[in-house]
Nanobody
Framework: QVQLVESGGGLVQAGGSLRLSCATSGFFLDYYFIGWFRQAPGKEREGVSCSSHNNGTTYYADSVKGRFTISRDNAKNTVYLLMNSLKPEDTGVYYC?????????????????????WGQGTQVTVSS
C-alpha cells in the first residue's frame, strides 16, 4: 500500500527558504516517478516539479526554475523539495505524489497531474 506523508510547510517571509519532506512507504522509491504539486486558493492544482526515477529526467514549472530543487533519498524513503527565494505567489498547499514507472514523459505527467498516489498536503504561506 503506497503511503505518502508531507511535512515541512509553514509561514515564511518572501525571500526565505523552506524544505518540504515526503516520507514514503509501500513501494520502491528509486523506481517510481515522484512529483510535487501545489494548489493555491481558488486555483487548480499545478505540477511544480517531477522526477521520472532516480537520476532520471526532472521537470520544473517555469515559475520555480532556478529556485526549487527536487531530490530523493532512497535510503530514507524520502522525497524533498527545497524551495529558495520564496515569493508570495508560491503560497498554497503542497502535495507529493508517486506513480509506477511508465513510458510517459515526466513533463506531460507533471503538467496533467497524472499521478495516482497522493499525500495529504502541507501548507506553505509566504508573506510579503
Amino acid at each position: 500500500q503506497v503511503q505518502l506523508v508531507e511535512s515541512g510547510g509553514g509561514l515564511v517571509q518572501a525571500g526565505g527558504s523552506l524544505r518540504l519532506s515526503c516520507a514514503t512507504s509501500g513501494f520502491f522509491l528509486d523506481y517510481y516517478f515522484i512529483g510535487w504539486f501545489r494548489q493555491a486558493p481558488g486555483k487548480e492544482r499545478e505540477g511544480v516539479s517531477c522526477s521520472s526515477h532516480n537520476n532520471g529526467t526532472t521537470y520544473y514549472a517555469d515559475s520555480v526554475k532556478g529556485r526549487f530543487t527536487i531530490s530523493r533519498d532512497n535510503a530514507k524513503n524520502t522525497v524533498y523539495l527545497l524551495m529558495n527565494s520564496l515569493k508570495p505567489e508560491d503560497t498554497g498547499v503542497y502535495y507529493c505524489a508517486a506513480e509506477p514507472p511508465s513510458p510517459a514523459e515526466i513533463q506531460t505527467m507533471c503538467v496533467l497531474n497524472a499521478f495516482t498516489s497522493w499525500g495529504q498536503g502541507t501548507q506553505v504561506t509566504v508573506s510579503s
